[in-house]
């Protein structure tokens, strides 16, 4: 037996943890959208984003809800 669960299924891990079940996790999202999750984060404290024109308050809180 395991569980085979999306990333976003926060309750999984719990219950497999708990009942002691091998636990399967998979990304339903896009490559760009892992990419972007994935190195966000490098790329502002870099300076390479925000990108000219865009406002820094919304990347803050779009790269402190991936952390």
Same mark, same amino acid.
């Given at each position: ?5 999306? &990333?976003? &299924? &926060?309750? #999984? ?14 990304? %339903?999202?896009?490559? %760009? #959208?892992?990419?972007?999750? %994935?190195? #966000?984060?490098?790329? &502002? ?8 024109? %865009? ?13």
């Amino acid at each position: 037996s395991c569980i085979i669960s999306d &990333v976003f &299924v &926060v309750w #999984a891990p719990r219950i497999a943890f708990k009942f002691g079940i091998p636990l399967f996790s998979f990304f %339903t999202s896009n490559a %760009t #959208a892992g990419c972007v999750m %994935t190195y #966000a984060p490098q790329l &502002v404290s870099q300076g390479i984003m925000p990108f000219q024109g %865009t406002e820094i308050s919304n990347i803050d809180l779009e790269i402190n809800a991936l952390n």
